[in-house]
Protein backbone atom coordinates (compact mmCIF):
# COMPACT_ATOMS: atom_id res chain seq x y z
CA UNK A 1 0.00 0.00 0.00
CA UNK A 2 1.20 3.39 -1.19
CA UNK A 3 2.32 6.22 1.79
CA UNK A 4 -0.38 9.31 2.01
CA UNK A 5 1.40 11.79 0.58
CA UNK A 6 0.19 15.49 2.23
CA UNK A 7 0.08 19.01 1.53
CA UNK A 8 -2.26 18.41 -1.80
CA UNK A 9 -4.86 20.41 -2.51
CA UNK A 10 -8.13 18.74 -4.69
CA UNK A 11 -11.20 20.20 -6.10
CA UNK A 12 -13.51 18.52 -7.05
CA UNK A 13 -15.43 18.96 -11.01
CA UNK A 14 -18.92 17.91 -11.87
CA UNK A 15 -20.57 16.91 -14.87
CA UNK A 16 -18.57 18.70 -18.14
CA UNK A 17 -19.80 21.82 -17.40
CA UNK A 18 -17.17 21.96 -14.64
CA UNK A 19 -14.77 19.50 -15.99
CA UNK A 20 -14.08 20.22 -19.83
CA UNK A 21 -13.59 24.27 -19.55
CA UNK A 22 -11.21 24.08 -16.80
CA UNK A 23 -8.90 21.33 -18.30
CA UNK A 24 -8.85 23.24 -21.87
CA UNK A 25 -7.57 26.43 -19.84
CA UNK A 26 -5.18 24.28 -18.23
CA UNK A 27 -4.09 22.84 -21.78
CA UNK A 28 -4.16 26.72 -22.94
CA UNK A 29 -1.88 27.74 -20.13
CA UNK A 30 0.79 24.80 -20.45
CA UNK A 31 4.39 25.96 -20.75
CA UNK A 32 6.20 22.43 -21.46
CA UNK A 33 4.29 19.28 -21.38
CA UNK A 34 0.58 17.65 -21.97
CA UNK A 35 -0.09 14.40 -20.82
CA UNK A 36 -3.57 12.78 -21.54
CA UNK A 37 -5.28 9.43 -21.28
CA UNK A 38 -8.52 8.90 -22.17
CA UNK A 39 -10.77 5.57 -22.61
CA UNK A 40 -13.65 7.69 -25.27
CA UNK A 41 -12.70 10.84 -27.50
CA UNK A 42 -15.23 11.63 -29.98
CA UNK A 43 -15.02 13.85 -32.77
CA UNK A 44 -17.91 15.73 -31.62
CA UNK A 45 -18.34 18.92 -30.01
CA UNK A 46 -16.10 18.48 -26.72
CA UNK A 47 -13.55 15.98 -28.96
CA UNK A 48 -13.41 19.22 -31.19
CA UNK A 49 -13.06 21.42 -28.74
CA UNK A 50 -9.85 19.33 -26.81
CA UNK A 51 -8.53 19.17 -30.56
CA UNK A 52 -8.48 22.90 -30.95
CA UNK A 53 -6.69 23.47 -27.13
CA UNK A 54 -4.13 20.37 -28.32
CA UNK A 55 -3.20 22.34 -31.70
CA UNK A 56 -3.06 25.93 -29.76
CA UNK A 57 -0.41 24.11 -27.31
CA UNK A 58 1.16 21.86 -29.74
CA UNK A 59 2.21 25.24 -32.14
CA UNK A 60 3.39 27.06 -28.80
CA UNK A 61 6.06 24.88 -28.52
CA UNK A 62 4.14 22.09 -25.89
CA UNK A 63 5.02 18.04 -26.16
CA UNK A 64 1.82 16.58 -26.01
CA UNK A 65 1.10 13.30 -25.45
CA UNK A 66 -2.63 12.05 -25.46
CA UNK A 67 -3.37 7.82 -25.14
CA UNK A 68 -6.64 6.78 -26.53
CA UNK A 69 -8.18 3.25 -25.76
CA UNK A 70 -8.64 1.18 -29.29
CA UNK A 71 -11.87 -0.04 -28.12
CA UNK A 72 -13.34 3.22 -26.90
CA UNK A 73 -11.95 5.54 -29.41
CA UNK A 74 -12.09 3.14 -32.71
CA UNK A 75 -13.66 5.62 -35.35
CA UNK A 76 -11.63 8.84 -34.86
CA UNK A 77 -11.33 9.93 -38.66
CA UNK A 78 -7.74 10.32 -40.39
CA UNK A 79 -7.95 14.20 -40.67
CA UNK A 80 -9.18 14.51 -36.78
CA UNK A 81 -5.88 12.44 -35.83
CA UNK A 82 -3.41 13.94 -39.10
CA UNK A 83 -4.03 17.41 -37.68
CA UNK A 84 -2.85 16.61 -34.31
CA UNK A 85 0.36 14.49 -35.67
CA UNK A 86 1.13 17.31 -38.40
CA UNK A 87 1.24 19.80 -35.49
CA UNK A 88 3.45 17.70 -33.33
CA UNK A 89 1.05 16.18 -31.05
CA UNK A 90 2.05 12.18 -30.56
CA UNK A 91 -0.99 10.38 -30.07
CA UNK A 92 -0.89 6.83 -28.89
CA UNK A 93 -3.58 3.47 -29.06
CA UNK A 94 -3.60 1.73 -26.12
CA UNK A 95 -4.22 -2.11 -28.06
CA UNK A 96 -6.03 -1.17 -31.23
CA UNK A 97 -7.53 -4.79 -31.98
CA UNK A 98 -7.87 -5.80 -35.35
CA UNK A 99 -11.77 -6.16 -36.34
CA UNK A 100 -13.89 -10.08 -37.06
CA UNK A 101 -16.77 -9.37 -39.34
CA UNK A 102 -16.50 -5.48 -38.35
CA UNK A 103 -16.76 -6.18 -34.93
CA UNK A 104 -14.08 -5.12 -32.27
CA UNK A 105 -12.14 -7.90 -30.97
CA UNK A 106 -10.02 -6.04 -28.19
CA UNK A 107 -12.85 -6.23 -25.77
CA UNK A 108 -11.00 -6.87 -22.51
CA UNK A 109 -8.13 -5.32 -20.78
CA UNK A 110 -9.38 -2.28 -21.68
CA UNK A 111 -7.03 1.01 -21.04
CA UNK A 112 -9.69 3.05 -18.80
CA UNK A 113 -8.04 5.63 -17.18
CA UNK A 114 -8.89 9.28 -17.59
CA UNK A 115 -5.83 11.44 -16.68
CA UNK A 116 -4.48 14.81 -17.52
CA UNK A 117 -1.16 16.12 -16.06
CA UNK A 118 -0.20 19.41 -17.35
CA UNK A 119 3.65 21.08 -16.54
CA UNK A 120 4.27 18.17 -14.03
CA UNK A 121 2.11 20.53 -11.69
CA UNK A 122 -1.42 19.89 -11.91
CA UNK A 123 -2.93 16.90 -12.31
CA UNK A 124 -7.00 15.36 -13.26
CA UNK A 125 -7.92 12.50 -12.46
CA UNK A 126 -12.10 10.75 -12.46
CA UNK A 127 -14.45 9.26 -14.80
CA UNK A 128 -15.18 11.85 -17.28
CA UNK A 129 -14.28 10.83 -21.38
CA UNK A 130 -14.30 13.37 -24.25
CA UNK A 131 -17.54 13.33 -25.50
CA UNK A 132 -20.71 15.57 -25.59
CA UNK A 133 -23.15 12.88 -23.90
CA UNK A 134 -21.40 14.36 -20.69
CA UNK A 135 -22.79 17.55 -20.89
CA UNK A 136 -26.71 18.59 -19.91
CA UNK A 137 -27.53 20.06 -23.66
CA UNK A 138 -26.82 16.28 -24.50
CA UNK A 139 -30.72 15.47 -23.15
CA UNK A 140 -31.91 12.47 -21.09
CA UNK A 141 -28.93 10.45 -21.82
CA UNK A 142 -26.03 12.80 -20.91
CA UNK A 143 -24.09 11.17 -17.80
CA UNK A 144 -23.63 12.47 -14.17
CA UNK A 145 -19.77 11.93 -13.31
CA UNK A 146 -17.15 13.65 -11.15
CA UNK A 147 -13.43 14.28 -11.55
CA UNK A 148 -10.83 15.73 -9.38
CA UNK A 149 -8.38 18.62 -10.43
CA UNK A 150 -5.02 18.08 -7.86
CA UNK A 151 -2.18 20.75 -7.00
CA UNK A 152 0.53 19.48 -4.63
CA UNK A 153 3.47 16.84 -4.22
CA UNK A 154 1.36 14.10 -5.33
CA UNK A 155 1.35 15.35 -8.75
CA UNK A 156 5.03 14.43 -8.68
CA UNK A 157 3.58 10.59 -8.44
CA UNK A 158 0.57 11.00 -11.18
CA UNK A 159 3.53 12.45 -13.73
CA UNK A 160 6.13 9.75 -13.21
CA UNK A 161 2.99 7.21 -13.38
CA UNK A 162 1.59 8.61 -16.94
CA UNK A 163 5.39 8.66 -18.12
CA UNK A 164 6.37 5.53 -17.24
CA UNK A 165 3.25 4.15 -18.78
CA UNK A 166 4.03 5.91 -22.05
CA UNK A 167 7.54 4.61 -22.31
CA UNK A 168 5.97 0.91 -21.23
CA UNK A 169 3.29 0.41 -23.52
CA UNK A 170 6.12 1.90 -26.65
CA UNK A 171 8.54 -0.65 -25.84
CA UNK A 172 6.28 -3.71 -25.65
CA UNK A 173 5.45 -2.47 -29.29
CA UNK A 174 8.77 -2.99 -30.67
CA UNK A 175 9.40 -5.93 -32.03
CA UNK A 176 13.09 -6.17 -32.04
CA UNK A 177 15.39 -6.68 -29.09
CA UNK A 178 17.31 -3.33 -31.08
CA UNK A 179 14.34 -1.50 -30.93
CA UNK A 180 13.31 -2.01 -27.17
CA UNK A 181 17.06 -0.66 -26.07
CA UNK A 182 16.47 1.91 -28.22
CA UNK A 183 13.12 2.98 -26.66
CA UNK A 184 13.88 2.24 -23.46
CA UNK A 185 17.22 4.21 -23.27
CA UNK A 186 15.06 7.01 -24.95
CA UNK A 187 12.14 7.28 -22.11
CA UNK A 188 14.83 7.35 -19.61
CA UNK A 189 16.45 10.24 -21.24
CA UNK A 190 13.16 11.82 -21.30
CA UNK A 191 12.13 11.38 -17.98
CA UNK A 192 15.22 12.85 -16.67
CA UNK A 193 15.00 15.73 -19.07
CA UNK A 194 11.68 16.55 -17.84
CA UNK A 195 12.86 16.03 -14.34
CA UNK A 196 15.11 18.66 -15.27
CA UNK A 197 12.82 20.79 -16.78
CA UNK A 198 10.14 20.52 -14.36
CA UNK A 199 12.07 21.62 -11.20
CA UNK A 200 13.73 24.80 -11.67
CA UNK A 201 16.69 24.96 -9.61
CA UNK A 202 16.10 28.08 -6.80
CA UNK A 203 12.53 28.34 -6.31
CA UNK A 204 10.75 26.66 -4.42
CA UNK A 205 7.14 25.57 -4.80
CA UNK A 206 4.54 27.22 -2.59
CA UNK A 207 2.69 24.26 -0.37
CA UNK A 208 -0.88 24.24 -2.32
CA UNK A 209 -2.91 22.70 0.76
CA UNK A 210 -2.78 20.72 3.69
CA UNK A 211 -4.75 17.38 1.94
CA UNK A 212 -3.48 13.76 2.57
CA UNK A 213 -3.62 11.62 -0.94
CA UNK A 214 -2.61 8.52 -2.22
CA UNK A 215 -2.31 7.59 -6.29
CA UNK A 216 -3.78 4.17 -6.87
CA UNK A 217 -4.04 1.90 -9.63
CA UNK A 218 -4.88 -1.46 -11.03
CA UNK A 219 -3.16 -3.26 -13.51
CA UNK A 220 -2.79 -6.97 -14.50
CA UNK A 221 0.13 -7.53 -12.91
CA UNK A 222 1.66 -6.18 -9.86
CA UNK A 223 -1.10 -4.07 -8.51
CA UNK A 224 -4.55 -6.08 -9.70
CA UNK A 225 -6.68 -5.41 -6.79
CA UNK A 226 -5.21 -2.34 -5.17
CA UNK A 227 -8.19 0.09 -5.81
CA UNK A 228 -10.48 -2.47 -4.47
CA UNK A 229 -8.55 -3.48 -1.30
CA UNK A 230 -8.43 1.30 -0.58
CA UNK A 231 -12.43 0.32 -0.63
CA UNK A 232 -12.42 -2.56 1.49
CA UNK A 233 -9.78 -0.93 4.40
CA UNK A 234 -12.14 2.18 4.71
CA UNK A 235 -15.54 0.43 4.52
CA UNK A 236 -13.85 -1.57 7.60
CA UNK A 237 -12.80 1.10 9.39
CA UNK A 238 -15.91 3.88 9.08
CA UNK A 239 -17.75 3.90 12.24
CA UNK A 240 -20.53 6.68 11.23
CA UNK A 241 -21.26 6.78 7.47
CA UNK A 242 -20.51 5.51 3.84
CA UNK A 243 -21.81 6.78 0.47
CA UNK A 244 -20.60 4.96 -2.75
CA UNK A 245 -21.93 6.38 -6.39
CA UNK A 246 -21.22 4.03 -8.60
CA UNK A 247 -22.33 3.53 -11.84
CA UNK A 248 -21.44 -0.25 -12.56
CA UNK A 249 -22.18 -1.82 -9.59
CA UNK A 250 -21.40 -5.50 -9.17
CA UNK A 251 -18.49 -6.33 -6.57
CA UNK A 252 -16.59 -9.19 -5.12
CA UNK A 253 -17.92 -11.11 -2.44
CA UNK A 254 -15.36 -8.97 -0.26
CA UNK A 255 -16.63 -6.31 -0.72
CA UNK A 256 -20.17 -6.97 -0.44
CA UNK A 257 -19.65 -8.49 3.07
CA UNK A 258 -17.54 -5.34 4.20
CA UNK A 259 -20.88 -3.43 2.83
CA UNK A 260 -23.22 -6.20 4.80
CA UNK A 261 -20.57 -5.88 7.81
CA UNK A 262 -20.76 -2.06 8.39
CA UNK A 263 -24.58 -1.57 8.06
CA UNK A 264 -25.26 -4.42 10.88
CA UNK A 265 -22.53 -2.31 13.36
CA UNK A 266 -24.33 0.44 12.85
CA UNK A 267 -23.15 2.54 9.99
CA UNK A 268 -25.10 4.61 7.89
CA UNK A 269 -24.26 2.60 4.29
CA UNK A 270 -26.21 4.27 1.18
CA UNK A 271 -25.58 3.03 -2.61
CA UNK A 272 -26.04 5.33 -5.14
CA UNK A 273 -26.82 3.40 -8.44
CA UNK A 274 -28.20 3.75 -12.29
CA UNK A 275 -31.79 3.85 -11.96
CA UNK A 276 -31.79 5.33 -15.96
CA UNK A 277 -29.00 3.39 -17.16
CA UNK A 278 -26.94 3.70 -20.35
CA UNK A 279 -27.26 -0.18 -21.10
CA UNK A 280 -30.54 -2.24 -19.53
CA UNK A 281 -28.24 -5.60 -18.24
CA UNK A 282 -26.31 -3.09 -15.91
CA UNK A 283 -29.21 -2.62 -13.79
CA UNK A 284 -30.50 -6.20 -13.79
CA UNK A 285 -27.03 -6.81 -12.65
CA UNK A 286 -26.88 -4.58 -9.90
CA UNK A 287 -30.58 -5.73 -8.83
CA UNK A 288 -29.62 -9.21 -8.68
CA UNK A 289 -28.34 -8.07 -4.97
CA UNK A 290 -30.77 -5.52 -4.00
CA UNK A 291 -32.02 -8.27 -1.38
CA UNK A 292 -28.56 -9.35 -0.02
CA UNK A 293 -27.97 -5.86 0.66
CA UNK A 294 -31.11 -4.67 1.98
CA UNK A 295 -31.19 -7.46 4.60
CA UNK A 296 -28.43 -6.44 5.95
CA UNK A 297 -29.68 -2.74 6.67
CA UNK A 298 -27.71 -0.93 3.43
CA UNK A 299 -29.84 1.71 1.78
CA UNK A 300 -30.04 1.31 -2.15
CA UNK A 301 -31.10 4.63 -4.12
CA UNK A 302 -31.58 4.75 -7.53
CA UNK A 303 -30.37 7.81 -9.61
CA UNK A 304 -33.51 8.47 -12.46
CA UNK A 305 -32.74 11.57 -13.93
CA UNK A 306 -30.26 10.81 -16.06
CA UNK A 307 -27.25 7.93 -16.46
CA UNK A 308 -24.95 7.35 -13.65
CA UNK A 309 -21.25 7.38 -14.79
CA UNK A 310 -19.88 8.27 -11.31
CA UNK A 311 -17.32 6.22 -9.68
CA UNK A 312 -16.42 8.09 -6.05
CA UNK A 313 -16.95 7.35 -2.64
CA UNK A 314 -17.00 9.36 0.74
CA UNK A 315 -16.74 7.70 4.45
CA UNK A 316 -17.26 9.38 8.10
CA UNK A 317 -15.84 13.21 7.77
CA UNK A 318 -12.36 12.92 6.17
CA UNK A 319 -12.22 9.82 3.67
CA UNK A 320 -13.32 10.02 -0.35
CA UNK A 321 -11.93 8.34 -3.71
CA UNK A 322 -12.66 9.77 -7.51
CA UNK A 323 -11.41 7.85 -10.24
CA UNK A 324 -12.56 5.82 -13.38
CA UNK A 325 -12.69 2.31 -11.37
CA UNK A 326 -16.39 1.20 -11.45
CA UNK A 327 -16.90 -1.56 -8.87
CA UNK A 328 -17.97 -4.12 -10.95
CA UNK A 329 -15.96 -7.66 -13.23
CA UNK A 330 -14.23 -5.37 -15.98
CA UNK A 331 -12.69 -2.98 -13.58
CA UNK A 332 -12.01 -4.48 -10.70
CA UNK A 333 -10.58 -7.42 -12.56
CA UNK A 334 -9.23 -7.03 -16.02
CA UNK A 335 -9.50 -3.26 -17.11
CA UNK A 336 -6.31 -0.30 -16.29
CA UNK A 337 -7.69 2.04 -13.97
CA UNK A 338 -6.58 5.02 -11.82
CA UNK A 339 -8.33 6.42 -8.19
CA UNK A 340 -7.49 9.00 -6.19
CA UNK A 341 -7.65 8.07 -2.32
CA UNK A 342 -8.41 11.45 -0.53
CA UNK A 343 -8.32 12.68 3.60
CA UNK A 344 -8.98 15.79 3.61
CA UNK A 345 -12.46 17.06 5.89
CA UNK A 346 -13.14 19.94 3.73
CA UNK A 347 -13.20 17.63 0.43
CA UNK A 348 -15.36 15.14 2.24
CA UNK A 349 -17.60 17.89 2.70
CA UNK A 350 -17.87 18.74 -0.56
CA UNK A 351 -18.18 15.61 -2.44
CA UNK A 352 -20.34 14.31 0.68
CA UNK A 353 -22.84 17.88 -0.13
CA UNK A 354 -22.70 16.96 -3.26
CA UNK A 355 -24.48 13.18 -3.30
CA UNK A 356 -26.49 14.14 -0.45
CA UNK A 357 -27.55 16.48 -3.08
CA UNK A 358 -28.18 13.97 -6.00
CA UNK A 359 -30.21 11.59 -3.45
CA UNK A 360 -32.64 13.85 -2.86
CA UNK A 361 -33.25 15.51 -5.61
CA UNK A 362 -32.81 12.67 -8.31
CA UNK A 363 -32.98 9.32 -6.35
CA UNK A 364 -35.77 6.88 -5.39
CA UNK A 365 -34.80 4.87 -2.41
CA UNK A 366 -35.90 1.28 -2.77
CA UNK A 367 -37.02 -0.80 -0.08
CA UNK A 368 -38.19 -4.77 0.03
CA UNK A 369 -41.91 -4.27 -2.07
CA UNK A 370 -40.01 -2.69 -4.57
CA UNK A 371 -38.51 -6.17 -5.42
CA UNK A 372 -40.79 -8.40 -7.22
CA UNK A 373 -39.61 -12.10 -6.93
CA UNK A 374 -40.20 -15.41 -4.97
CA UNK A 375 -38.34 -15.98 -2.90
CA UNK A 376 -37.68 -20.06 -4.03
CA UNK A 377 -36.18 -17.87 -7.01
CA UNK A 378 -34.18 -15.91 -4.80
CA UNK A 379 -32.86 -18.78 -2.60
CA UNK A 380 -31.71 -20.25 -5.75
CA UNK A 381 -30.25 -16.90 -7.22
CA UNK A 382 -28.11 -15.94 -3.92
CA UNK A 383 -26.58 -19.80 -4.00
CA UNK A 384 -25.14 -19.04 -7.52
CA UNK A 385 -24.34 -15.58 -7.13
CA UNK A 386 -22.74 -16.27 -3.73
CA UNK A 387 -19.85 -18.40 -5.80
CA UNK A 388 -19.73 -16.39 -9.06
CA UNK A 389 -18.77 -13.43 -6.96
CA UNK A 390 -16.13 -15.76 -4.70
CA UNK A 391 -14.83 -16.75 -7.82
CA UNK A 392 -14.71 -13.92 -10.52
CA UNK A 393 -11.68 -12.43 -9.63
CA UNK A 394 -9.83 -15.66 -9.67
CA UNK A 395 -11.57 -16.66 -13.06
CA UNK A 396 -10.64 -13.13 -14.59
CA UNK A 397 -7.56 -13.99 -14.29
CA UNK A 398 -7.46 -17.03 -16.78
CA UNK A 399 -7.73 -14.74 -19.36
CA UNK A 400 -4.69 -13.17 -21.06
CA UNK A 401 -2.54 -10.65 -19.24
CA UNK A 402 -0.78 -9.30 -22.25
CA UNK A 403 1.67 -6.47 -21.91
CA UNK A 404 0.08 -3.43 -23.05
CA UNK A 405 0.96 -1.74 -26.27
CA UNK A 406 0.93 1.85 -27.55
CA UNK A 407 0.97 2.46 -31.27
CA UNK A 408 1.14 5.56 -32.74
CA UNK A 409 -2.18 6.27 -34.60
CA UNK A 410 -0.29 7.52 -37.45
CA UNK A 411 3.66 7.64 -38.65
CA UNK A 412 4.67 10.93 -37.53
CA UNK A 413 4.94 13.99 -39.79
CA UNK A 414 7.36 16.68 -40.43
CA UNK A 415 6.82 18.62 -37.31
CA UNK A 416 7.57 21.55 -39.14
CA UNK A 417 4.76 21.14 -41.49
CA UNK A 418 1.63 23.62 -40.67
CA UNK A 419 -2.22 21.66 -40.21
CA UNK A 420 -3.69 24.28 -42.45
CA UNK A 421 -7.38 24.88 -43.03
CA UNK A 422 -8.20 21.77 -40.94
CA UNK A 423 -5.87 23.49 -37.94
CA UNK A 424 -7.83 27.02 -38.21
CA UNK A 425 -11.53 25.59 -38.46
CA UNK A 426 -10.84 23.47 -35.54
CA UNK A 427 -8.63 26.57 -33.76
CA UNK A 428 -12.14 28.69 -34.80
CA UNK A 429 -14.61 26.53 -33.14
CA UNK A 430 -13.18 27.08 -29.64
CA UNK A 431 -13.44 29.85 -27.47
CA UNK A 432 -10.56 31.87 -25.69
CA UNK A 433 -10.41 30.25 -22.28
CA UNK A 434 -9.72 31.88 -19.40
CA UNK A 435 -6.44 31.13 -17.06
CA UNK A 436 -5.40 27.95 -15.65
CA UNK A 437 -5.42 29.58 -12.10
CA UNK A 438 -6.32 28.29 -8.26
Known sequence: ?????????????????????????????????????????????????????????????????????????????????????????????????????????????????????????????????????????????????????????????????????????????????????????????HSLAQSWRLAPAGRAAAAPGDAAGIFVTRDNRKHTNDIERHYRIAIRVARQRIVIANAYFFPGYRLLKEMRKAARRGVDVRLILQGAPDMPFVKTAASMLYHHLLEAGVQIYEYCERPLHGKVAVTDDEWATVGSSNLDPLSLSLNLEANVIIRDRAFNQVLSARLDHLIERGCKQIGPGDLQESSGWRIVRSFFLFHLLRRYPAWAGWLPAHAPRLTPALAPADPTATTGTAQASAVSRAEPTAPCEP
Request: with cysteine; net charge negative; hydrophobic share 45%.
Open 1 to 189: MSPWISGNQFRLLENGEEYFPRVFACIAAAEREVVLETFILFDDKVGQALHAALLQAATRGVQIDITIDGYGSPDLSHEFISALTQAGVRVHVFDPGPRLWGWRTNLFRRMHRKIVVIDGQRAFVGGLNYSADHLADFGPAAKQDYAVEIEGPIVASIHAFVLRALAAGQRNAQTSLTGRLRERLSDQA
